[in-house]
Structures are given as structure tokens and as C-alpha cells.
């Protein structure tokens, strides 16, 4: 590159360009300067990010300002592209621009083909990037800098057949590392070739090789932190992240897995808020223009919140930001109605809707914006407007590709329209397959957790799970299916407590209680004041027979919570330990008493309450009525349950019930039934 350019610094410009991290070019530029004093390619590389940034009025000044022999074209090629972006675009000073650069291309030197072909590189222009580069490769096979470059061209252009040879540069360059020093970009490059095949531990290698020959490149850390994450090893990635902080404080990346560490590891929720508090200041002191970087982290960080409303302001920051920056941009708007969805934890909510449609506003051919809008009339009872809308996004499916969220709004219809519950099955059936293919494409990292969404993939499983007590002839595969998406989940992020517990409530319907008391002994490590697991220990003790222990868990449960009065099945837990038990059959009266007048018990509704615990709440107070003698209480009761549950699975249950029944008074009318 010559005497007046460090390589490092190349290699810095060429990474943090291609993560789109501009201002981080910016600075680098200034840091440069005041090291080495002014250089014009420096000036050069600063304008860039400028002109990336929005800053293009700014850039074309320093632009303009540049006229070093090697940096003509490539500052040429910079000015055409600022132009065409500028509101007061000039046709004629792009005309001139543009017969500029025919002319320099005829008397071009090598570092000035190098510079064009970063330049084109960096704006997605693969194939001139190719052609500019491949020039100085020409005239130098072994430049390690334009291997370096080529290699990455090629990495990244999407082309199988070019990808598959972009190996081979960066082995050209590595191949004479004893004798002339290699940019790190060329280690970091193999790598991703490497993960890109498969071959984990082989890109580690590499990246470890980087950090030892470059220990002050930050990148080669920070990616050495990705690809430990990518190997699952969440407690090397955080030592690895603490290592750079303590070098660069205000590292996006480290404070990033350092949040996700928290989150999906530890299960420490309001932990993670506050590192992903400390991710929002690092962006806003290093990347305080990048809308984009503050929409990612929001959408990663909401995905795996779990609900916490901790967690979920941070992530609202995040979004509120990117927003301010670029309001115009329709995905922002449409995760700030994600996000209060995931607030008022999937309930029909006005906020979400207004912005769903804001989001439709700005961008009309807006899927993710439409798919929004549907879900809040399905939870709104809007049928025949989400039906039409859901058409409306079939037909576009062969354009767009098949998406879960599709099959599951399918799903959600069939369900709120009553269809048949084989119809119903089948398409949550498709959903979970078409979700599996879509996360098998992603290894473990930011874009996994967006792919295999924790907030989706739960809701997947818990109707799954719902229709699987509803459905016995399906029982199996649906069983199998939530056995897939949470084994899935939950090896990839142990510690998403919600995960733990639907496996722990899997394990019992399955009939194994010592793995259902394995997952829920780590729930209940995690967050020892979780209702819905303290309600499952207890469960699970009364399936032991282990009345004891089952009044203890709800004891203890309820010193930890005492929310967990709320929950129906708190109620339903105690009246069936105080009849297994021997107790009153007042005491037990009580407790199914309250548990039939909390929401959700008499109708159904969003509360997630099982249609199995309902009726076991009404055919248990039933059972109290007839040991207390009580026949015309327990007849009233039980011809409730008969309208109530006449459509669903629990009707037979309540059937068998009311024929129990009628067999002291009328055996003729109670075997009439049963027949």
C-alpha cells in the first residue's frame, strides 16, 4: 500500500465499512490524523462515512478538497455517487464527473484501482468492485492487501461459484505471512469462509491467529467473541466481551453478547435491561447517526425479553431512536407495534393497531406491517377484515416466500372461526415446519434470535400443547412437534426461563416426571418466584402423591409471589391436595369457589388458561357438591359445564360426570347417557 498507509488501518476502514459502521470510520480518521498528522486519505475515508451517514452536502466539500494521484478516481467515483444522493441533484456535474472518470480510468495506477475497488466494495457494487481490484491483481498476484480485498469481494457477493473460489485469495496472501506481513482482514476472511463450510473450530483457529499476530485489532476480538457465541460457548464469549471492554468501553459488539449473556444464559432479565442500557450509551457515543444499528439491537433484544417490561423499555429506546433519526422508515414503526404487543402481552391493544397502520402509511407493500394489522383484528374479533387481508398476503407468498407467521395467522383464523379442530392442527402442523426450515439457516447469534424468535416460537408451543389435549389422535406428532422447537430453543438459550417451563409441563403430559423435575429444578434456579413453575412443582408433586410437598410448593410459592393467587390453578391445586389429603370439603368448596370466579375460568379468553384445567375446576367442585350431599348444587353446576364445554374436548369428561351423577337418582337416564 505504500510507505504513507498502514495496512491495519486499511484493514480497520475495510471491516467497519462492510459492517456499516461508519462512524467508526470517522473516527479512525481522526485518531489517524492525530498520530500521523493529515494525510488526504484519511480525508478521503472520512468523507466517505460522511456521504454514508447523510452528511452528503459535507462530504462533496471535503471531497472536493482531495487531489493526491492515487486518489482521483476513487474520490471521482465518490462525487458521482454523493450527487445522485444529494435532494439538489446536478445532471451536468455528474455528466462532467462521469467523463472524469473514463479519463482517469486510461492512465489509473495500482493504489488507485485498490481505493476504487474498497469504494465500490463498500456501496454493494460487487462486480466493479471485482473489476477494479482484479487490475491490481494483474499487475501484483501476490499483493497480500488486494488478495486480501478480492477474497472478501468475492466472500460476500452471493454467488456460490465466487464464493467458493474467494478461499483461494486469501491463501495467496497467507501463503508468504513468514516473509510479508498479512492484514488481518485476510485471517478474518478465511474464517468466515471456514464458519461459512461448517468448520467452526477451523475459523476460531483463525481468528486466534489474528488476535496473536494483531493484538491491538479490536476486530479480530470482537469477532473471536461472535464465533464463540456461533460454538454455544456463552461463558467463553463473556470473558472474551469483559477482555474487550476493558480495552474499548464503549465496544458495541462486546456490550451486545454481554446483554444476550445475560438474557439467554443467565435468565436475568433486569440484568440484561441494564446492559442493554449500556449498549443503547455505546451506540449513542460511537454510531449516534446509525438508524439501522439501533433498529437490530431492538429487534433482538425484544424477541428474547419474555415479556419484561425491564427489558422492553430499553428496547423502545432502541427503536425510539432509530425512528427520530429515519421517521420515515415503515420497519421502525412497525416494531414499535411489535413491541407494545409484546407489552400488553398479545392482547388486543389500540397503540399497537395506529401504529401498524402508521407503518402501512409509509410503506403500503409493507408484509410486516400488514401481518401486524391482522393480528389485532384477529385478537379483536375482526374477522372477516383479517380474513380478507389474509388472502390478500397468501396470494403474495410465492413472491415473498413462505413465512411461519403466515401459517400461524392461518391457525389463529381457523381457531377464532371455530373450524374443525383436524383443520386447525394441521396448519399449526406448518408452521412449525416451515419455522424449523427458516432457523436451520442461522447459527446461534443477533440474527438466530430474530429468525427463531423466543416471543413467536413460545406462542407456537403453547397452542401446540393447547390442541394436543384437544386432539388425541394427533397427540404425538404435536407433542414431537414442541419437543423440536424447545429442544431447539432452550439448548441454544438455557436460561429463557418460559422455555424451561414448557418443557418441564411437555415432560408431565408425556408422562416422564423425572425430566419434567429436571427442567423445572432449573426454572425454579433461575427465578425462584416464577408462578407458572411454582404452580407446575406442585402439580407435579400431586401426580407423585406427594400431598405434602404439593402444599408446601404452593406455600412457598405464594410467600415468593403472592400473584400467584391470581392463577386459577393455584385454586384448583389446593382443593385437590385438601381432598387428596383428607381435608374439609369446605376448604376445598372455597378455593374452587374463587377459582370460578377469576377471569377466564367461566369464558374463555386470552389468559392462556387450558380448557382441560377449566373443566377440571368445575367437575372438582362437582365432586365437593356430592360428598357434601349437596345434589341439586352439583346439578346446576354441572349443566353450566355441559353448555360451556359442548364444542370441546372436555366434553366427554363432563359427560362421564353428569352420568356419575344422575346414577343415585335416575340409572336408566344415566346409562341412556353413556351409551
Known amino acids: 500500500l505504500g510507505p504513507d498507509v498502514d495496512p491495519v488501518v486499511m484493514s480497520e476502514i475495510q471491516h467497519y465499512g462492510r459492517e456499516k459502521l461508519y462512524h467508526h470510520i470517522q473516527q479512525l480518521a481522526l485518531e489517524n490524523r492525530r498520530k500521523r498528522g493529515a494525510t488526504q486519505l484519511m480525508s478521503f475515508w472520512n468523507a466517505f462515512s460522511m456521504m454514508m451517514e447523510g452528511s452528503v452536502a459535507d462530504a462533496i466539500r471535503e471531497f472536493q478538497q482531495l487531489n493526491h494521484r492515487d486518489l482521483i478516481l476513487c474520490t471521482t467515483l465518490a462525487l458521482i455517487h454523493a450527487h445522485k444522493q444529494s435532494p439538489t441533484f446536478d445532471r451536468e456535474t455528474v455528466q462532467a464527473l462521469d467523463v472524469?472518470?473514463?479519463?482517469?480510468?486510461?492512465?489509473?495506477g495500482e493504489m488507485g484501482w485498490y481505493h476504487a475497488g474498497m469504494l465500490w466494495l463498500m456501496v454493494g457494487r460487487h462486480d466493479k468492485a471485482r473489476e477494479y481490484v482484479g487490475r491490481v491483481l494483474k499487475a501484483s498476484p501476490t499483493n497480500p492487501e488486494a488478495c486480501t480485498l478480492y477474497g472478501w469481494i468475492d466472500l460476500t457477493c452471493g454467488r456460490d461459484s465466487l464464493v467458493k473460489k474467494s478461499v483461494e485469495y486469501f491463501?495467496?496472501?497467507?501463503?508468504?505471512?513468514?516473509?510479508?506481513?498479512?492484514?488481518?482482514?485476510?485471517?478474518?476472511?478465511k474464517a468466515r469462509f471456514f464458519e461459512m463450510r461448517k468448520e467452526l473450530s477451523g475459523a476460531l483457529d483463525l481468528v486466534n491467529l489474528a488476535v496473536v499476530d494483531y493484538p491491538e485489532y479490536l476486530p479480530a476480538l470482537e469477532e473471536k467473541c461472535r464465533l464463540q457465541l456461533v460454538l454455544q460457548g456463552w461463558d467463553q464469549c463473556y470473558d472474551t466481551a469483559q477482555r474487550i471492554l476493558k480495552r474499548c468501553p464503549t465496544s458495541i459488539a462486546a456490550h451486545q453478547y454481554q446483554a444476550l449473556y445475560s438474557i439467554c444464559k443467565e435468565g436475568k432479565p433486569q440484568e440484561a435491561?441494564?446492559?442493554?442500557?449500556?449498549l443503547l450509551e455505546a451506540i449513542d457515543r460511537c454510531e449516534p447517526h446509525n438508524h439501522r444499528l439501533y433498529y437490530d439491537m431492538a429487534t433482538v433484544f425484544s424477541r428474547v425479553a419474555g415479556g419484561n417490561q425491564y427489558l422492553l423499555q430499553q428496547t423502545n429506546a432502541l427503536v425510539e431512536r432509530a425512528r427520530s433519526i429515519a421517521p420515515s422508515v415503515s420497519d421502525y414503526v412497525t416494531e414499535l407495534g411489535n413491541q407494545a404487543m409484546m407489552k400488553a402481552k398479545n392482547q388486543p391493544t389500540?397503540?399497537?393497531?395506529?401504529?401498524?397502520?402508521?407503518?402501512?402509511?409509509?410503506d403500503e407493500s409493507s408484509v410486516e406491517a400488514l401481518t401486524g394489522v391482522i393480528w389485532c383484528q384477529l385478537l379483536d374479533g375482526d374477522l372477516?377484515?383479517?380474513?380478507?387481508?389474509?388472502?390478500?398476503?397468501?396470494?403474495?407468498?410465492?413472491?415473498?416466500?413462505?413465512?411461519?407467521?403466515?401459517?400461524?395467522?392461518?391457525?389463529?383464523l381457523a381457531e377464532k372461526k371455530s373450524a374443525p379442530i383436524d383443520e386447525i392442527v394441521q396448519k399449526l402442523r406448518d408452521t412449525e415446519k416451515v419455522h424449523s426450515e427458516r432457523v436451520k439457516k442461522f447459527t446461534l447469534g443477533a440474527k438466530y434470535f430474530v429468525a427463531n424468535s423466543p416471543h413467536f416460537t413460545l406462542r407456537l408451543v403453547k397452542m401446540l400443547m393447547m390442541y394436543a389435549s384437544e386432539d388425541g389422535s394427533n397427540l404425538v406428532k404435536l407433542l414431537h412437534a414442541c419437543e423440536n422447537l424447545l429442544a431447539e430453543l432452550?439448548?441454544?438459550?438455557?436460561?429463557?426461563?418460559e422455555g424451561l417451563y414448557l418443557t418441564a409441563k411437555l415432560w408431565i403430559i408425556k408422562g416422564d416426571l423425572s425430566r419434567a423435575q429436571t427442567a423445572l429444578t432449573r426454572c425454579m434456579k433461575l427465578d425462584a418466584t416464577y408462578s407458572p413453575a411454582i404452580l407446575l412443582n406442585a402439580e407435579l408433586a400431586l401426580k407423585k402423591g406427594d400431598v405434602g410437598l404439593c402444599k408446601q410448593h404452593l406455600e412457598v410459592g405464594l410467600s415468593h409471589n403472592f400473584e400467584v393467587r391470581d392463577a386459577p390453578q393455584f385454586h384448583l391445586l389446593?382443593?385437590?391436595?385438601?381432598?387428596?389429603?383428607?381435608?374439609?370439603?369446605?376448604?376445598?368448596e372455597n378455593s374452587l369457589t374463587t377459582a370460578l370466579g377469576l377471569r377466564g375460568v367461566r369464558k374463555a379468553g386470552n389468559t392462556g388458561l387450558p380448557t382441560a384445567d377449566r373443566a377440571s375446576i368445575f367437575l372438582e367442585l362437582v365432586e365437593v357438591y356430592k360428598q357434601s350431599k349437596r345434589e341439586?348444587?352439583?346439578?346446576?353446576?354441572?349443566?353450566?359445564?355441559?353448555a360451556l364445554f359442548k364444542d370441546t374436548s372436555e366434553a366427554l369428561r363432563i359427560t362421564i360426570a353428569h352420568a356419575d351423577l344422575l346414577l343415585s337418582s335416575d340409572v336408566d337416564a344415566a346409562l341412556s347417557m353413556l351409551r
Open 100 to 108: 472524469k472518470m473514463r479519463e482517469e480510468r486510461k492512465s489509473c
Open 350 to 362: 389500540r397503540e399497537a393497531m395506529k401504529l401498524f397502520r402508521e407503518a402501512m402509511k409509509l
Open 384 to 412: 372477516d377484515d383479517a380474513e380478507h387481508q389474509l388472502d390478500f398476503l397468501t396470494e403474495l407468498q410465492t413472491s415473498i416466500g413462505e413465512s411461519p407467521e403466515l401459517f400461524f395467522l392461518r391457525a389463529l
Open 273 to 278: 435491561a441494564q446492559k442493554v442500557g449500556d
Open 171 to 189: 491463501d495467496r496472501a497467507l501463503n508468504n505471512r513468514e516473509t510479508v506481513p498479512v492484514p488481518p482482514e485476510c485471517y478474518l476472511g
Open 490 to 497: 432452550t439448548k441454544k438459550a438455557p436460561g429463557l426461563i
Open 574 to 588: 389446593q382443593a385437590q391436595a385438601c381432598m387428596a389429603g383428607g381435608g374439609k370439603a369446605l376448604d376445598a
Open 632 to 642: 341439586s348444587d352439583a346439578m346446576t353446576l354441572i349443566t353450566e359445564a355441559i
